[in-house]
């Protein structure tokens, strides 16, 4: 693949959208995944961290919740024992005193509804509360065999003859006569109730008890009443948490909640305490929304920066190859143009030989014609050789300028006379102005001051300056040139003409290397390169112009170049 095409493959817009999008992947990728990341690790620790934190209060709640259930029972329990280890049989069979200590565990305790005492075959012989049970038998009670097979007993809440949710509390007492009896309490579950609703639990959390069967033992507010089956999937037993989806009920839709349980070691209960995991994790929901926010709050600030950081970035990079293929482009026409004055300064040499002799020839012809009298038609030979020789002359003043200019990269700083370089420049443009009828008008003063600088250097400027003003003016277009002396030493130089002008928004970049408003007739370093010759010779060159009336052009150039000054080569 050649060269040019291969320039023309990597400025093709093709290219800088590829680059453009390559560019946006990799920055994109780079900021984004670590972002993610942190996020995404952020997630799972701060969410494992707070369940952690807002779980384990449930499971002590409910802990704490189930201790003062049991310190209840235990109390009365060890109540009951106490009564059982203090009377006799015949004590606690005699009426009055068995009501005497009813009265005053109704005093003391509260929830106690009745006491009675059975003997070994079951019969309740002695009793002491509101309801006639006197008489009744209870040796076919889970009760009365529990308690004979582990010598105390706290039931399941049942209603019974009562009607009203109650447990019972049963103490059996041996002799040493191997006689046995029970000593047995109900107590009733307002307590339960009042324990529970201590908790402080909000409107959407619930707490009730529930034995190893999954019977309500108090009112739940969603999920049964006393002594129905729990509607709620439980953990299995020895869990302390669980997260369950269950149905609503009483108007809570399916959600997920928290169940935290605590067993009972002194009861066949079960204290179960369940909230929604909205409620516990409250702080969680909010910290993964901020997480969220900021995530995508970030994204779009690291999207909308890549995408004009690419921008600017991509519009630099074609700027910058535009310039380096101008560059290339101006190289090989500036090697041209050398190639070009190179040949061309060969031509003139070889040229100005045969010149010479033609002209020696001429002038021997002019000579024999002169001094010989008899020469017929010597008037018009000698106005034919007169003609050679003008010819001749003319010739070599052209080929004098070529190798002036051929001779333009060679630095030399030496006396020089503005008004003949002017001269000199305009005879390379003189076809033109008659061609195009251009009205070129020469205000040079005389005599001007010379100054010292680089002939071909100033030729290069004025041919620059000369061209744009030719480019600008129509055919019949009036252009004037002007010199003049400077007060302090040096010289002026004005070119002015009645071209199109220089729009306003675009006469401060006119200097800038490769602008230009020719489009694909010019370069772009006419100018410039003027602009640069004469900073290094110490000058300064000027523009003003108005569009559509014309442009003026200041050159001014000192006297002698600054001897520190680098001058271009």
């Not at 447990?167 to 007492?173: K, P, R, S, T």
Request: glycine share 6%.
């Amino acid at each position: 693949m050649s060269e040019k095409a291969i320039n023309r493959e990597t400025t093709s817009p093709k290219h800088y959208t590829e680059l453009k999008w390559k560019i946006i992947i990799t920055m994109l990728c780079i900021a984004i995944i670590p972002l993610a990341t942190m996020i995404i690790i952020s997630h799972f620790q701060y969410k494992t961290h707070l369940k952690s934190e807002m779980v384990r209060p449930l499971h002590a709640m409910a802990n704490k919740t189930k201790h003062s259930f049991e310190l209840f029972l235990e109390e009365r329990l060890s109540t009951i024992k106490f009564i059982s280890t203090a009377y006799s049989f015949e004590e606690l069979n005699n009426e009055q005193i068995i009501k005497k200590i009813f009265m005053s565990l109704k005093k003391e305790f509260s929830g106690f509804v009745d006491i009675g005492l059975i003997n070994s075959k079951g019969d309740l012989v002695s009793y002491a509360g509101t309801y006639a049970l006197l008489g009744k038998n209870y040796s076919e009670q889970i009760s009365f065999k529990a308690t004979q097979l582990k010598g105390q007993y706290i039931s399941n809440v049942f209603m019974g003859y009562r009607k009203f949710p109650h447990i019972a509390i049963a103490v059996q007492h041996l002799t040493s006569d191997d006689r046995s009896w029970i000593l047995r309490a109900t107590i009733d579950t307002d307590y339960f109730d009042n324990l529970i609703n201590s908790m402080g639990l909000d409107y959407q959390s619930d707490a009730f008890l529930i034995n190893d069967d999954g019977i309500l033992q108090t009112n739940s507010k969603y999920y049964g009443k006393t002594l129905e089956k729990c509607r709620l999937k439980l953990p299995p037993h020895g869990s302390e948490f669980s997260f369950s989806e269950n149905s609503g009920i009483l108007n809570l839709n399916k959600r997920d909640v928290i169940i935290a349980c605590a067993e009972f070691s002194s009861a066949n209960y079960i204290l179960v305490l369940v909230k929604p995991r909205s409620v516990v994790l409250k702080s969680w929901y909010a910290l993964k929304t901020e997480l969220l926010v900021v995530f995508t709050i970030s994204l779009a600030i690291i999207i909308f920066s890549v995408f004009k950081m690419t921008d600017v970035l991509i519009d630099r990079i074609r700027k910058s190859d535009e310039k380096r293929e101008n560059v290339l482009a101006e190289l090989q026409h500036t090697q041209k143009l050398s190639s070009i004055g190179r040949l061309a300064a060969g031509v003139a040499h070889e040229i100005n030989n045969p010149l010479a002799i033609i002209n020696e020839k001429a002038g021997l012809l002019q000579d024999l014609i002169e001094f010989t009298d008899q020469f017929k038609n010597k008037s018009k030979f000698q106005g034919l050789t007169g003609s050679i020789i003008q010819s001749v002359a003319r010739c070599r003043k052209i080929t004098h300028r070529l190798l002036g200019f051929s001779k333009r990269l060679d630095i030399k700083i030496e006396p020089i006379n503005i008004n003949s370089i002017i001269e000199e420049v305009l005879g390379f443009l003189e076809k033109e102005v008659i061609y195009r009828k251009i009205d070129l008008r020469l205000k040079l003063l005389e005599p001007l001051q010379s100054i010292s600088s680089d002939h071909g250097q100033i030729q290069q400027v004025f041919l620059n300056l000369l061209t744009n003003a030719f480019a600008a003016v129509e055919d019949t277009g009036i252009i004037i040139i002007g010199t003049g002396n400077r007060k302090h030493g040096g010289v002026t130089i004005t070119i002015n003409d009645n071209g199109c002008g220089i729009p306003e928004n675009i006469i401060n970049d006119i200097f800038d290397p490769f602008f230009s408003t020719k489009k694909e007739k010019g370069t772009g370093l006419g100018l410039s390169i003027a602009y640069g010759i004469i900073n290094k010779l110490g000058g300064q060159i000027s523009v003003e112009s108005t569009e559509g009336v014309g442009t003026v052009f200041t050159v001014r150039l000192p006297a002698k170049p600054d001897s520190n000054m680098e001058l271009l080569k």
